[in-house]
């Protein structure tokens, strides 16, 4: 269960940043001069791996996410100094032809958050309450696009994956979701990729790769990715220590336990419970 953050590098580009010992989620602390050097690409690609880097080096944001922001314009941090994230929002709904989750005004607030303020650090969900008093106050802009996000194409999960026709789509699909389901009921337990594959009913290589394409995400990467979510929940509303937190929720080694979490909330486990409070 390691980074659970994906970055799009082809496998020569990892080669070659291996062969620079430059760690994948450390590129965006070189220029994009370096990088574009290095990688022998063009300005525009180094640029868009620099984006990659430092956006998801951030707490809670995404690969989707940081194509979100690239999509805008927006190739680093800086260049999101001093926005307005309510603004950002409508530019992005517009150019996406759809209301999307509330959530992602959040993920705006922090980012701009993090451009302005790099030093001191914040999850998403601290930005809620602000989002939604703004919103109570100002409401949405009138042009605003009636339909859902989740009606688009890009959004809906089986079309990700790769087939020749969509009933393949949808039966993949299903078979995945089993999976997922499997993991979401039995996420303490130590799940092998030989287990959900069976569970889905396909091979290990077709589940594996089908699956990466609808969720973005590793299996492990996805089973970690709940197992965080359930322990960030414990450690709000229950009295366990880290330990007791760490092992109900599928976690064998502790300083692993403590890493991945900061990595994802940018805070300890035992930081993260006295902010709770």
Not at 88 to 95: A, V
Not at 180 to 207: C, P, Q, V, W
Not at 238 to 260: H, P, T, W, Y
């Amino acid at each position: 269960m390691n980074n659970i953050n994906h970055l799009d590098f082809t496998p020569a580009e990892r080669k070659k940043l291996r062969a620079a010992k430059i760690k994948l989620k450390e590129v965006h602390h070189h220029s994009v001069g370096e990088i574009q050097k290095l990688l022998d690409t063009s300005k525009i690609r180094a640029m868009e791996l620099y984006a990659l880097s430092e956006f998801q080096s951030l707490p809670q944001i995404g690969i989707r996410f940081a194509h979100d922001l690239i999509s805008m314009g927006y190739y680093s941090l800086n260049e999101l100094k001093g926005k307005d994230p309510a603004k950002l929002l409508d530019r992005f709904e517009q150019q996406l032809g759809a209301w999307i989750d509330p959530c992602l005004e959040d993920q705006f607030r922090l980012v701009v958050h993090y451009a302005t303020h790099p030093g001191k650090p914040k999850n998403w969900w601290d930005f809620t309450p602000e989002r939604k008093a703004f919103r109570e106050k100002h409401g949405y802009p009138k042009t605003r696009p009636k339909a859902p996000w989740f009606n688009l194409p890009q959004y809906h999960t089986a079309k990700q994956i790769v087939a020749a026709k969509e009933e393949t789509q949808l039966d993949l699909h299903k078979k995945l979701k089993q999976a997922a389901a499997y993991m979401k009921k039995n996420f303490a337990d130590n799940i092998t990729l030989a287990e959900l594959s069976k569970t889905a009913g396909i091979s290990r290589y077709h589940f594996l790769r089908s699956f990466k394409h609808a969720y973005e995400k590793t299996p492990g990467q996805f089973l970690t990715h709940i197992r965080l979510k359930e322990a960030s929940m414990r450690l709000k509303k229950s009295g366990q220590d880290i330990s007791q937190v760490m092992i109900a929720c599928g976690f064998e080694n502790k300083s692993s336990f403590i890493r991945l979490f900061k990595r994802t909330f940018g805070v300890t486990p035992v930081g993260f419970r006295e902010r709770s409070r």
